[in-house]
């Protein structure tokens, strides 16, 4: 495979003080990966964590990028998927971290979809109580979404996400060129998110996407523009709200709804996190419309996009069905707690324009669902 041109790079900053860091995006990065290392870590050594599908495609020119720089690097490669994201996986990459020698000077890097970035970012936030560690993503989720914002994790019996840490990585290498060998299925469902920052705070930013979202898909620098602007919102989101006490909740638009079909379908192939979003966001601005708090048309047209995308947008559209009206309500719940009948959800004003909702009557909720399966 001969390298990709460099074009041009993007440079996004994420300001939170002492804990600051770039996210660089451009066509062809991974080329520079040593010589970014270098400069902010002289005289580390590094461990790239990857799982297998990543490394059959990207590992020996990860590897020869760091090695261009004369920096040594011990590969740790885990199974692909969600399930890589456990306790017994956590273990294995730490002891094998530790077996490296990989220091607290040393660098973690994470090369991978938002399963790697996760589990390699929880990883470097516990071994020897913190390693750096830099962001190589390759799907366009963890592009747009998981790299960004430091929320590392592995999954419990009891629910997604439930241990973990918040912990910053001090760089973001996004090379767009990675996402070519991604499958279409895989980049329609990171593009949810990216449909999503238009959607919740950017209206402008839809109406690029409306006319040049063929573009984003077949690469170049509409592809480029649009992660830049997705991260620049998710890094602007973090900076004002780095834990999740208010503002950050706007980043979850569309996801009360998505993360119930999600565990409907226990997150299987049948619905990918993406689709639900998909899913979740056009419910969102469904529910919005039917509470008069935006307009018919204005609902109408987010789905009209989604859909144009390739995404679904209705709950029949679910591969094997969806659970029933208690259990979809029973998994809203869950989700977000319920005070007294009251649910948060983040709804809509117009396109662009999320606020969250404290005070939602879940029974409002449950009559929508209702008329949404019929
Ligand atoms: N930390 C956060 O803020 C945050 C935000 C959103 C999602 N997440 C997490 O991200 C995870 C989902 O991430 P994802 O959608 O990237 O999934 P993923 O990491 O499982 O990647 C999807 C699939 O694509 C493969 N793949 C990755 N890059 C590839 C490439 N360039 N070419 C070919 N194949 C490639 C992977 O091996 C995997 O099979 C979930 O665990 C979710 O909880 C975290
Ligand atoms: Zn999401």
């Not at 692909?80 to 490296?100: H, I, M, N, Q, Y």
């Not at 204005?298 to 390739?310: L, P, Q, V």
């Amino acid at each position: 495979m001969t390298a990709p041109v460099r074009t041009t790079e993007t440079l996004v900053r994420v300001a939170l003080g002492e804990r600051a860091y770039d996210i660089a995006i451009g066509r062809g990065l991974l080329d520079s990966l040593g010589a970014r290392i270098r400069a902010l870590k002289p005289g580390a050594k590094v461990a790239v964590i990857t799982d297998e599908t990543v490394a059959r495609h990207y590992l020996d020119s990860t590897l020869t990028a760091l090695a261009a720089l004369d920096i040594g690097a011990v590969p740790v490669v885990v199974a692909p998927g969600e399930a890589s994201k456990c306790f017994a996986t956590l273990e294995r990459v730490c002891d094998a971290l530790l077996a490296a020698k990989i220091e607290r000077g040393d660098v973690v890097v994470a090369l991978g979809g938002g399963v790697v970035g996760d589990l390699a970012g929880f990883a470097a936030a516990v071994v020897r109580r913190g390693i750096d560690y830099v962001q190589v993503p390759t799907t366009l989720l963890s592009q747009v979404d998981s790299s960004v914002g430091g929320k590392t994790a592995i999954d419990s019996h009891h629910g997604k996400n439930l241990i973990g840490a918040f912990y910053q990585p001090i760089l973001v290498v996004a090379d767009t060129a990675l996402l070519d060998t991604l499958s279409p299925r895989e980049f329609r469902a990171g593009y949810a998110e990216v449909a999503k920052y238009g959607l919740l705070g950017d209206a402008g930013f839809f109406e690029w996407l409306e006319a040049n979202w063929r573009d984003v898909f077949a690469g170049g620098a509409a592809r480029e523009h649009a992660i830049a602007v997705s991260c620049r919102m998710k890094a602007e989101i973090v900076a004002r709200d780095e834990r999740e006490s208010g503002d950050r909740a706007l980043l979850n638009l569309g996801h009360t709804f998505g993360h119930a079909l999600e565990a409907g379908a226990g997150f299987s192939d049948r619905l990918l996190h993406g689709e639900a979003i998909a899913i979740g966001m056009s419910l969102a601005f469904g529910f919005s419309a039917r509470q008069q708090m935006i307009a018919p048309a204005e609902a109408e047209r987010a789905k009209r996009h989604i859909s144009a995308a390739g995404l679904p947008t209705r709950m029949s559209e679910v591969q094997g069905g969806v659970p029933g009206l208690d259990a979809l309500m029973g998994l809203i719940a869950q989700d977000k707690k319920v005070k007294r009948g009251r649910l948060t959800f983040v709804l809509v004003r117009a396109i662009g324009q999320a606020f969250v909702a404290h005070d939602v009557d879940a029974s409002e909720v449950r009559a929508f669902l209702a008329e949404q399966l019929q």
